[in-house]
């Protein structure tokens, strides 16, 4: 494994090695349109104004980057926040195996998804921001690539890519080192229609576990930087609302031109009453599962002890170590 720097250095290195890091989004992406959500290539110049934030966006030649693309920059906001939070040292340039980051955003592995996979990163290299929206605590009015640069560093010998050496802009960077993130649903990567992803992504920053969070139409219309006219743009809520597929929360449809989120009911759940586990059964517990994200072990085996019914444990910490030695697929009861 290559060392890895203290965070700030232009020399920074960071390995991607976590093999179940909860997925993680930036804030300003969430909230602000970034990503094309057009299936076919686009190469509009998209400006967008809301309360004081302004951003242009601005394609290549290949076109704007698109909503499926950010999936890579979800993969690697995650693994550089599973490394913070593991107390490693992070770095912009990450290194990261292309077959990983396939399987992590739920896409298949086939000699068709790594071409596809390098178009994206392409598209991510070569669109460009201007903005002024703050991240961390800065403000200022800037441009840059959503990624600043990109490399194959080992093909197989078929000549696909192995290994894929991807550094971060500034900008997105200091706002994972600010943890200006929010945690996603694993489900997000099984949602294929682009305006499905910004939804959630929007609802995901906006309703959290409120029990309810309302939008008009027009300003969500906006918000979404959907280019189809404002009622297509309706039919396409509409038919959501309908299928009530979107992870963790359900949509609903109000007078006025109104659009209602609600958290699921497991969004609403009272918290686990689990005290936090201690530092040294963390440690013991990356010592049993090397390479594993030990706070997304623990919070699936929180859910699990949760979900089968909630059993007093005398202690949590021999408990949580025991569900890890059993391959994480015991009941959580230890």
Known sequence: MAEAL???????????????????????????????????????????????????????????ATIHDKDILIFCVSQIMAAINAGRAVGRRVQLRAHDLLLATG???????????????????????TTNILTG?????????????????????????????VTLSEWLYRAVLSKSVLTLSRDY?????????????????????QPAWRISVEVLHKKSGSASPRRVFRKMLRDMIAADALPDYHLGEEPGDILRVTPRDHLLEPPSHLPP?????????????????????????????????RTRLRSPDAAFLGWVRKGRGGDGRG
């Open 6 to 64: 203290q965070p700030g250095g232009r020399g920074d290195f960071f390995l991607c090695d976590f093999l179940d890091a909860i997925p993680k989004n930036d804030l300003a992406t969430m909230e602000h349109p970034v990503f094309s959500l057009s299936t076919r290539p686009d190469r509009r110049i998209l400006s967008y104004a809301h309360n004081g934030s302004e951003i242009t966006v601005t394609p290549s030649v290949r076109g704007l």
């Open 107 to 129: 896409r298949e592995t086939s000699g068709d998804a790594y071409r596809r996979l390098r178009e994206a990163f392409e598209r991510l290299a070569g669109t460009r921001i």
């Open 137 to 165: 605590d800065h403000e200022v009015t800037s441009g840059f690539g959503l990624i600043e640069s990109w490399e194959i560093v080992r093909k197989s010998r078929g000549g696909r890519m192995v290994s894929v050496a």
């Open 189 to 209: 990567f099984r949602l294929r229609k682009p305006l499905e992803r910004r939804i959630y992504e929007i609802a995901r920053k906006h309703c959290g576990r």
């Open 277 to 309: 586990l201690s530092a040294d059964t963390l440690d013991a517990a990356r010592r049993l599962a090397p390479g594993l994200d030990v706070h997304a072990l623990e919070a699936r085996w929180r859910t699990v002890w949760a979900t089968t019914g």
